[in-house]
């Protein structure tokens, strides 16, 4: 079996070109502001990459850098700051922090009307129930789009996501088994016992654990579909930075044994960028000026 590819490239074109029709209907552009803390440098690649995105569909951004001894007091301040300006519609700190203890409160501090990662406890707490009418997180927002785009079904079959975290596993498996998506879901993470017996036994298999080469051949079911999150960056001395993106999932195997497949680079990545512009446009419509 030669698996298909899921694109998230185009898919992710298809929306930002929606979004830039409806911005260009605005008499004032979304406006997102991004605070990163300390010189990780993949984060400072990713926000680089959302600001350029929104650059091109119309969207402005102000971003600001913390070094990494900011303590909760300052960056907390600076979401304050964010909170109470009436030009700011949205609001993004690119996770992970230096230290990862800060997470939640920062969390809780920015308002829940320009939470456009959902994070906050509100709008998590809306997705956890079920309802509507919530931020949803960016990276789970756009692996649904994605299955729903190459038409695959969820309702009713059984999904096993690896990784718990608030930004991925967590919220994406709230996703998959709410209503109109109906999975059966079965949540993994670093204790799990027997996890290549369960990942195997997934119609759907979506590895969100940001450990290279952790999901091999042998733990994919024949014809399953395989959404691999993991972004890693391993050595690589033929690469001219000397290093190379690589996903959780052995790809070369998975496409033997998979129907569907999503890429690393191509895959996840792409849609997590488009859906934050979707949540953007969202907060600008919603908070008006
Ligand atoms: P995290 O470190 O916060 O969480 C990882 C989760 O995976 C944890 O719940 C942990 O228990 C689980 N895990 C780790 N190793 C495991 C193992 N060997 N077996 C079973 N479970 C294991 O990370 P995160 O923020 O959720 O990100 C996960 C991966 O997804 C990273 O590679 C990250 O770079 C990537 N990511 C990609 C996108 C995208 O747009 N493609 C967005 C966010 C995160």
Known sequence: ????????????????????????????????????????????????????????????????????SANLEEIIGQIDRW??????????????????????????????????????????????QGRGGGFVPCTPNGIVHLLRRYGIATSGRHVVVIGRSTIVGRPLSLLLQSRGMDATVTQCHSKSENLREIAKSGHILISAAGSPGLVGGDWIGDGAVVVDVGQNFIADPSAPSGKRLVGDVDFAAALDRCSYVTPVPGGVGPLTVAMLMKNVLMARIANGC
């Open 1 to 68: 079996m030669t698996a298909t590819l899921l694109d998230g490239r185009s898919a992710a074109e298809e929306i930002l070109g929606a979004i830039v029709g409806e911005v260009s209907r605005l008499d004032r552009p979304p406006h997102l502001a991004i605070l990163r803390v300390g010189e990780n440098e993949a984060s400072r690649c990713y926000v680089e990459r959302k600001c350029a995105t929104a650059k091109r569909i119309g969207i402005r951004t102000t971003s600001r850098v913390l070094t990494a």
């Open 83 to 128: 909170n109470g300006d009436s030009g700011i519609h949205g609001i993004l700190v690119q996770m992970p922090l230096p230290d990862s203890a800060m997470h939640g409160a920062v969390f809780d501090a920015i308002d829940p009307k320009k939470d456009v990662d959902g994070f906050n406890p509100h709008n998590f707490g809306l997705l956890a």
